[in-house]
């Protein structure tokens, strides 16, 4: 018989877990597309904003700043993000445990949708982005970003093939199902198709770097923090740090990365 590993398994299990523990060094790697998101969002005082697979709750916090006589909602499945997320609680700022594709949103009841990377984990995207429409207001506008395909030539994909090398490991099934949700809406035609509810559609790349460690060998714990529990040989550990070495400078170990910036607005 077939197990099927869903998106509740992981978030609420090993992948979810590990976000929660390290949420600082995930909000580091990502924090670096956020000036762009939040350029395309356009947040104003007053808006009600919605944001999809919140997380640790950092770009919810940022929305309710800017919607500073309005308010922000942040949605996630994973309870271990959440519990970090109601850590820091603002006045005009809430959480609900919810599943974003059926949660049953006031219809009109947001300006904005915002995302940082959380809408690749739905089971039917274009069933999905039709639900959250319905929750925009005629005029209102999303912004979420989301990986682009993986080019095998990426610095990312061969500084952890690299890595993968040196420390070879049997996937966890459970955290595969969250990494190949992650490349879902990769590709633009894709996109397109299932945002058919939206209008003014536009895809944009937004190249940054990803933080991984304040140095190589910590970037090497993070990485290592992040697979099974197991003893790593003093000549690993200083193999995987020279494959970092290169990355490495003042702002830490960063490691060049691109996203989809998706934009659009309900009719």
């Not at 519990?83 to 904005?112: C, H, I, M, S």
Request: net charge negative; glycine share 8%.
């Amino acid at each position: 018989m077939t197990t099927t590993h869903t998106q509740s398994d992981a978030w609420n299990g090993p992948v979810g877990t590990h976000w929660a523990k390290h949420h600082e060094r995930y909000d580091a790697m990502l924090s670096e597309f956020d000036a762009a998101l939040f350029e395309a969002a356009a947040i104003r005082p007053a808006d009600r904003v919605l944001d999809i697979g919140c997380g640790a709750g950092a770009t919810t916090r940022a929305a309710a700043r800017l919607a500073s006589k309005g308010r922000a909602l942040g949605v996630d499945i994973s309870a271990p993000l959440l519990e970090r997320a109601r850590a820091e609680l603002l006045p005009n700022l809430w959480y609900e445990k919810a599943d974003a594709q059926t949660y049953p949103f006031t219809v009109g009841g947001f300006d904005v949708l915002i995302s940082r990377g959380g809408v690749m984990f739905f089971d039917d995207h274009r069933s999905a982005f039709a639900h959250l429409a319905r929750a925009l207001r005629p005029g209102g506008r999303f912004a979420f970003i989301c990986p682009q395909p993986v080019d095998a030539q990426s610095v990312e994909a061969r500084v952890f093939g690299r890595l993968a090398e040196l420390r070879p490991q049997t996937p966890d099934p459970v955290v595969m199902a969250a990494h190949r949700a992650m490349a879902s809406l990769s590709e633009p035609d894709r996109l397109r198709e299932v945002l058919a509810d939206f209008s003014e559609v536009a895809i944009r790349p937004v190249h940054a770097a990803s933080v991984y460690g304040s140095d190589p060998q910590d970037a090497v714990d993070f990485v290592l923090s992040r697979g099974p529990r197991a003893e790593v040989s003093a000549e690993v550990r200083s193999a995987m740090a020279e494959v970092f070495e290169s990355y490495a400078g003042p702002l830490g170990v960063r490691l060049p990365s691109s996203v989809w910036l998706v934009t659009g607005v309900r009719p």
